[in-house]
């Protein structure tokens, strides 16, 4: 492949668009992601992107603005799984499968019961670059200055709450405000990202970055810095790859990533090795 | 920290706590003054955790009253097992969280910093401010908890077994450390399985099983009936050098004698 070939696809307004925002959108999931990781919301990330599903089909199919629908939707699901785990009436796992799949089938099934044939359900699915629009530039773009506002903000008291909730709640911190807090920024990512992820793609983007970001620091600063660098990389390299091997851009950007997981297991040895095993049994 | 008073601390009166499945606490009083120094002994299972959660405020009872007097701080130092200790943070990052930030940026001040520093070089691990918090011996890790929980200047310092999976020496050495803290003004209330190492040599005691079975120094509630109503099982209770020894005299057990000029001083 000449560089001639591979300049090429930045000659594209659709192209730029794309990459901007899956290289931003990487960064976000990235910085997210920490959280996410730490606190064993990976499951959580996964539920509330496929929830979200639903609010897109409902929204698309009645003409109303999707990021708004999904958007409305995501939040009503966010707070729903943030009251399901603080409460545990039951399993929470079990909780969030419940809400959250049914979401994602609903929405499924909308879309055919619907007639929804001109709604391009692939794209949410999968992430398509061809789908990615000025619009959602400023989105993505919008959402990473609010998630990077508030960890800034509130830097402190979130790493208490993630550390140990129990002791930052007796602390006087409002930790049921900073849980929902958290869930609105994880909802909002999902959302901005959707459209170049792909709603069943986008917890690899949230946990990846992070756990590979842990497997080279034990330095919590260090791994929110490194964690956004991997997901903007995961995000460049991935939607380039995309392009070239015209492969829909969720999938590439997720591959790139558990490459880089797998250079990470190899180059970091034993010790990258017993803080993935920590991470995995949180 | 808080001049002594009669007024209490904390008041806890007539609280029960249940959980859904039948009462963890019921009936239970008590009161900590700003000199107490409190030990909470008792079986596990018998809500020694859940009274000092109760005390911290993070458990509402299901009945009763829990009264505080106004502005009182209470630090936490919470069970060593159920910390992640693979969490990503430092020593002082560690420490740092229990102060409120005072400014928006996501870095310590310089003010910040020096009171990390004090605490951890009162506390004798000053050197180790930018370790990682598993790269350290169990009583270092006691101590950046009570570094993080004294950083926010409590009244009251509730301490949940905190002597628990650590060696003899690194136990007296928290036990003497807590004693200085109580001699300079800090209310000390801690939950232990020890009754040897640690409750017989605290100034009052309060024996728990679900409910208040025996309270008051060590002479009072190291005794074989309170002890027995508690643990549910056959207790000894010696006198070695002042002190009070409890020795678990299961009905199966077997008392196997010591060799010869080792005997006991009873």
């Known amino acids: 492949m000449t560089v001639d070939e591979l300049v090429r696809p930045f000659e594209f307004q659709f192209f730029q668009n794309g990459l901007v925002v899956a290289t931003v959108a990487g960064a976000l999931c990235g910085l997210i992601g920490v959280y996410v990781v730490l606190r064993s919301m990976s499951y959580i990330g996964h539920g509330l992107s496929h929830a979200i599903f639903g609010g897109f089909a ?36 079990a909780a969030i499968g419940v809400i959250t799949t049914a979401s994602f089938a609903f929405g499924l099934a909308a879309l055919q019961l619907g007639g929804g044939a001109d709604v391009d359900a692939d794209a949410a699915l999968f992430g398509n670059v061809l789908g990615v629009t000025r619009g959602d530039v400023w989105l993505v773009c919008g959402v990473t200055l609010f998630a990077v506002a508030v960890i800034v903000l509130r ?12 002791v930052a709640a007796a602390s006087g911190l409002p930790v049921a405000r900073l849980d929902a807090l958290l869930m609105l920024v994880l909802a909002a990512s999902i959302l901005a990202t959707m459209n170049v992820m792909g709603v069943t793609l986008i917890a690899a983007a949230l946990v990846v970055p992070a756990v590979v970001a842990r497997m080279v620091t034990s330095s919590f600063s260090t791994m929110l810095w490194l964690s956004t660098l991997i997901g903007a990389f995961c995000g460049f390299v ?18 790139v990533g558990a490459v880089l997981f797998l250079a990470a297991l190899a180059v970091s040895g034993r010790t990258g090795r017993v803080r993935l095993g920590r991470v995995a049994t949180h | 920290m808080r001049s002594v008073g009669r007024d209490p601390l904390l008041a806890l009166r007539d609280i029960r706590v249940d959980y859904g499945e039948g009462d963890v606490l019921a ?20 809500g020694k955790s859940t009274l000092l959660r109760v005390l911290l405020g993070s458990v509402t009872p299901s009945g ?3 009264q505080r007097a106004p502005g009182v701080r209470v630090g936490y130092v919470p069970q060593v097992e159920t910390i992640d ?13 229990a102060r409120p930030p005072a400014r928006v940026r996501p870095w310590p001040s310089r003010d910040e910093k020096a009171a990390v520093a004090r605490v951890l070089d009162r506390l004798g691990i000053g050197a180790l401010a930018h370790r990682h918090i598993r790269a350290l011996s169990g009583g270092q890790q006691q101590r950046v908890f009570l570094a993080r929980a004294l950083l926010a200047e409590p009244d009251l310092l509730l301490l949940d077994e905190p002597t628990s999976g650590v060696d003899v020496r690194t136990r007296h050495e928290i036990l003497h450390l807590l004693g200085e803290l109580h001699d300079d003004g ?34 009072e509630v190291l005794v074989p009936d309170v002890l027995e109503t508690a643990y549910g099982s056959p207790m000894e209770v010696l006198e070695h050098g002042g002190m009070r020894v409890v020795v678990d005299r299961a009905p199966d057990a077997r008392i196997i004698p010591l060799p010869r000029g080792e005997g006991r001083s009873a």
Do not use: K
């Not at chain 2, 200790?85 to 969280?97: E, K, N």
């Not at chain 2, 800090?186 to 079975?213: E, K």
């Open chain 1, 238 to 255: 991935g939607m380039n790859l995309s392009y070239h091997l015209d492969v829909a851009s969720g999938p590439t950007i997720v591959l």
């Open chain 2, 64 to 66: 009763g009253e829990v």
């Open chain 2, 27 to 46: 009936d239970v009083d008590l009161r900590v003054a700003a000199d107490d120094f409190v030990g909470v002994v008792g079986p596990s299972g018998s």
């Open chain 1, 58 to 93: 409902v929204s698309a199919l009645a003409g109303v603005n999707v990021f708004l629908g999904a958007g409305v939707w995501g939040l009503a699901s966010a707070l729903a799984v943030s009251s399901v785990t603080r409460r545990r009436p039951i399993g929470s796992d």
């Open chain 1, 155 to 166: 830097y402190r008291s979130l790493l208490f709450v993630t550390f140990d909730p129990e």
């Open chain 2, 186 to 219: 800090l209310a000390i209330v801690l939950t232990t399985h020890d009754l040897n190492g640690i409750a017989a040599h605290l100034p009052r005691l309060v024996c728990l099983n679900g409910r208040v079975v025996g309270a008051g120094s060590p002479a």
């Open chain 2, 85 to 97: 200790w693979d969490f990503p943070v430092s020593v002082s990052q560690c420490v740092l969280m």
